[in-house]
């Protein structure tokens, strides 16, 4: 079955480190995003990417940072620098146009302890 | 920079009441427009999407979406809800040209009672 694969379902971070979420697409996508979903505030852009080795900030880039480095493959690291991590995070991917819509993961839903 | 407003945050609806949940967009050209839903526990789907021709769009489980351009709205419909519409309802939009990433709206909780 073609889809994105998001992982682990469920992330438990110390306050300082670093970590990063796994998002990995088998649709022969081009385009791939990260999303962070919060109550009451719907989805919101991170990062995306349009074409492998490429990558633009989306609307709360500030304390993430990403990679593309092969098509299928899209990680999102969330850094000591994200004031306020704890968060669901959703990975989607498209064809390069968007507009059949995208194809989202299952989430991962990150808690700072 | 385009925004999407959902005017509803919390609908509750007994079951076979109509629903109409209200989706307007802030884009002075051509917008490819889609309902996404995200059931509990689930990722989020796709329910329909516009991109020209007919208005009326319809979905899947009975939905449907018409847009009106005059009034920058892409408002949902369903006749008759059942218990398990019980979800989480985005509406989002991009340009025409597809190569911007969607811009979802706060999204509308609908909750559907027996």
């Known amino acids: 079955d073609g889809g994105i694969t998001q992982s682990p379902k469920y992330l438990f971070r110390k306050e300082g480190q670093n970590v990063t979420l796994s998002c990995e697409q088998n649709l022969n996508h081009d385009a791939m995003y990260w999303y962070r979903q919060d109550p009451g505030q719907g989805l919101r852009l991170i990062y995306y990417?349009?074409?492998?080795?490429?990558?633009q900030k989306g609307d709360i880039a500030e304390g993430y940072s990403v990679s593309r480095e092969k098509k299928e493959s899209f990680p999102l690291t969330v850094t000591s620098a994200q004031k306020n991590p704890t968060a669901f995070y959703l990975c989607?991917?498209?064809?390069?146009?968007?507009?059949?819509?995208?194809?989202f993961g299952s989430g991962t839903r990150l808690t700072v302890v | 920079a385009q925004s999407v407003s959902q005017h509803n945050h919390h609908v509750i609806l007994s079951e076979a009441a109509s629903l109409e949940l209200g989706c307007n967009y802030s884009?002075?050209?051509?917008?490819?427009l889609f309902w996404y839903v995200q059931y509990p526990g689930q990722h989020l789907q796709l329910l329909l999407k516009?991109?020209?021709?007919?208005?009326l769009v319809k979905g899947i489980k009975g939905f449907e979406a018409e847009f009106i351009k005059s009034k920058f709205s892409f408002n949902l419909r369903k006749p008759s809800v059942q218990w398990s519409d019980t979800a989480e309802y985005f509406c989002a939009v991009n340009p025409h040209s597809g190569n911007t990433p969607l811009v979802f709206g706060k999204g509308t909780r609908l909750s559907v009672i027996a």
């Open positions: 989607a991917s498209s064809a390069r146009t968007g507009i059949d819509g995208y194809t």
């Open positions: 990417s349009q074409i492998v080795n490429d990558f």
């Open positions: 516009y991109f020209s021709g007919d208005p």
């Open positions: 884009y002075g050209g051509t917008v490819n």
